[in-house]
Structure formats: structure tokens, C-alpha cells
């Protein structure tokens, strides 16, 4: 049984039901159709070859699939029916098989073929809806996005039921997939159910990890994360707090400002990529970037003082580099001068304590050149020594 067979999605229309898998191959006029390299003859040997009893058979299936009608994430008119043909695959015992590598980036992890089909889905979804995000042309073939996106319905209930699957790298992609997906308006509708089923995945899960992406699934969802502000698990209080139906809750912002006054906790709590292993692991989803950065960006947004921010600014500063003034001190500088600074005046209390300890750390202000444009924004120097004689003058 799966998750739609106990909870069936709101909005499911009729036709979303997935189609025969025999029926696509057999069916579909492919020699009509075309991909990255012309016709989509070989299309249907690489579909059937993912079901092959070798897994490095369907690993190369899958990476000539990829790289041929879904060629650096563009869609062609063979995209549709293969998309819809590896859907209707997904719960076929074959796609268990693991292999070391089922695409070129993949770093020779081995993880079960399901898995990798269901990050192919969502890139393909991906893919579809970046038109709808930022109405610019995607430079795809003549409809060839409209017809991924008339099979996004069946697709998505496909993807939806192995969210609770037993394998949690399964888990993972069906939950990014099912993201991708539900950028779709049109299955905005689908977002409540999906998101029981995620609620009943944190009730069950025990991995740290796990538990962080879905809760910044579920609030960048719009839903709401208010009752995990209080989990026992800090990473998700933090991420559960950064959800927007949070913006304006006092609780989710305590829980923001009390993390970030221990920046390294916040760093020990989930593996993360970094600049010295960026392929450590997968970014969290809806997070550009450290999961300590995006923190600090919520608490300067939610918070109208600086007076409020100071101590989370001089716990910051010890991880601040001339590299990181983008994500850290300098969008703190901008907080402690909302206003700007005019030559002369005074500085406050708050401004003249973080001014002191980011001009006593010499990592900041290497190669000024990087870090300039924020001095220049405010009115301040940028030059370590004019900022010293600066604070000298306003004791």
C-alpha cells in the first residue's frame, strides 16, 4: 500500500493516473520525437535498459538518458514520455539495485537506482517550472515544456509515494522531487496532504538531517512550523523558526538569536558543504548557502534594533573573514547603521562595540578591496586604521 492508497492527494484529477509502462514504449511514436542529439530512436532501449538485472547497465542507461533528453536541464519533446515512463518504474523491484554511480557528478556514491531516478524527476520538474518562477523564456524546444508540464500530475503522485520510504537516500530525493513539482500552480492544491505525510515522517524519523530538510520544506511551503519550535532537537527549533509563516512569532525569533549566539554549535549540529569539501554533502534544501548564515539573515530581518543583534554581532565575528562579509558582517555593519554614518557624529553604544571587535580582527580586512563597497554604502572608511581612529574619537 502506498501513501496515496491510505491518503489520496486533494486535487488529484482523473487523468493523473500513470499509464502502462509497456503501453508508453509501444505506443509512443519515439522516431517523431527528438532529443539533445537529434532523433529519440535509441530513447526506448535506454527506458527498457534502467530495468536491466546489471546495475552498471542501468547506470549507463541513466547517464545516456540524462545526458540525452534531459541535456544540461533542458527539455526536448522525447523529455515528456521518458519522464512519465521512469514515473511508472519507480516501484518496480529492479530500481532497488545500487551502483556506485548513476551520474557523472555523483562522486561514486553508491545508493539504490531509485533514488537516482527520483532526483532525474525533479530536475526535469525543475526544469518546467523555471518559467513560472521568473516568466523569462527557458530556451527549451517549441513545446516541449508544455508537455512535461501536462504530466507534472502523475509524476508527482509517483514521486510523492516514497517520501516515507524505508531507504533514506529514497527519502531524500523523493522529498526534492516532490519540491520541484509543487512549484507547479496547478498542483498548489496538493501541498496540505503532502505535507501530513512529511509531519508524520518527523514523527517517525531519528536522523538529525532528515528532520532539518523537511522542516524548510514544509515552511517554505507557507506552512505552518510553529509547534516544532519547541522540538527537542535545536536544528530544528532553528529550522523551523526561519519558516515565513514565522516572521512576526517573538518565540521563533528568540530561538534564532540564542542559536547564533553559539555560532560553532550551530555549525557542529548538520554536515554541511564547505569551502574545503564542498561535495560533503548536498546543500539543505531551500537554504543558498551555511544554515548559520541563513539564520543570521532572518535575525537581522526580524528584529528593528541593532541594540537586539549586538551580541549575536560579536558572537558572529570570530567566523567573519574579508571572504564572508556578503553573508555576515556586512549585513550587520547595514543593520548597525540603518541610516548610514555621517563624518562626525556620534556613534551609539552598539555601534562603537561591534566596530571595535570586527576592527580587532585581522582576517577582516585583507584585500580591502572585497570588502569596500559596504564601508562606501554606509559612510564609513574603509581602511582599518580610519575605522580605529573613528572609535578612538567617540569613546
Known amino acids: 500500500m502506498t501513501l496515496q492508497d491510505e491518503n489520496p492527494i486533494d486535487g488529484q484529477a482523473a487523468g493523473d493516473c500513470l499509464p502502462d509502462p509497456r503501453s508508453l514504449i509501444e505506443d509512443t511514436d519515439w522516431s517523431s520525437l527528438e532529443h539533445a542529439y537529434g532523433p529519440a530512436q535509441d530513447t526506448p532501449l535506454r527506458l527498457i535498459q534502467l530495468l536491466a538485472e546489471e546495475p552498471e547497465v542501468q547506470a549507463e542507461a541513466l547517464g545516456l538518458l540524462d ?20 514515473a511508472t518504474i519507480l516501484d518496480d523491484h529492479r530500481t532497488l539495485a545500487r551502483h556506485e554511480s548513476y ?65 533514506p537516500a529514497v527519502r531524500e530525493t523523493a ?140 558572537a558572529c565575528v570570530p567566523f567573519c573573514s574579508n571572504l564572508t562579509i556578503g553573508d555576515d558582517w556586512g549585513p550587520l555593519l547595514a543593520a548597525a547603521f540603518p541610516s548610514g554614518y555621517s563624518p562626525g557624529a556620534e556613534l551609539t553604544p552598539a555601534q562603537h562595540r561591534f566596530l571595535r571587535v570586527l576592527a580587532d580582527r585581522d582576517v577582516c580586512w585583507r584585500y580591502t578591496h572585497l570588502i569596500a563597497s559596504w564601508f562606501q554604502d554606509i559612510g564609513l572608511p574603509a581602511d582599518r586604521d580610519a575605522i580605529k581612529a573613528l572609535l578612538e574619537q567617540t569613546r
Open 175 to 314: 522529498l526534492g522531487a516532490a519540491t520541484a513539482l509543487l512549484q507547479a500552480p496547478d498542483l498548489a492544491g496538493r501541498i496540505v496532504t503532502t505535507t501530513q505525510f512529511l509531519r508524520r515522517l518527523l514523527a517517525e524519523s531519528t536522523d538529525g538531517r532528515e528532520r532539518a530538510a523537511t522542516v524548510l520544506t514544509i515552511g517554505a511551503w507557507g506552512e505552518d512550523t510553529s509547534e516544532l519550535l519547541t522540538d527537542p532537537d535545536p536544528a530544528v527549533r532553528a529550522c523551523a523558526a526561519l519558516a515565513p509563516a514565522c516572521i512576526g512569532n517573538t518565540q521563533a525569533t528568540q530561538v534564532i538569536l540564542n542559536a547564533l549566539l553559539e555560532p560553532a554549535t550551530v555549525d557542529s549540529w548538520l554536515p554541511e558543504p564547505t569551502a574545503a569539501d564542498p561535495w560533503i554533502v548536498d546543500p539543505l534544501p531551500q537554504i543558498e548557502g551555511r544554515l548559520r548564515h541563513a539564520l543570521l539573515s532572518a535575525a537581522i530581518e526580524r528584529t528593528d534594533d541593532f541594540e537586539e543583534l549586538l551580541a549575536v554581532a560579536v
Open 103 to 167: 551520474f557523472p557528478w555523483d562522486d561514486d556514491r553508491s545508493r539504490p537506482l531509485r533514488a537516482a531516478l527520483l532526483e532525474w524527476l525533479g530536475r526535469v520538474a525543475d526544469s518546467a517550472a523555471y518559467g513560472e518562477r521568473t516568466g523569462a523564456e527557458d530556451g527549451n524546444d517549441p513545446g516541449a515544456t508544455d508537455a512535461v508540464r501536462a504530466v507534472r500530475g502523475p509524476i508527482c503522485n509517483a514521486v510523492t509515494a516514497h517520501l516515507l520510504a524505508p531507504d
Open 67 to 86: 545526458m540525452s533528453v534531459l541535456h544540461q536541464d533542458s527539455l526536448y519533446s522525447a523529455t515528456a514520455p521518458a519522464a512519465l515512463f521512469i
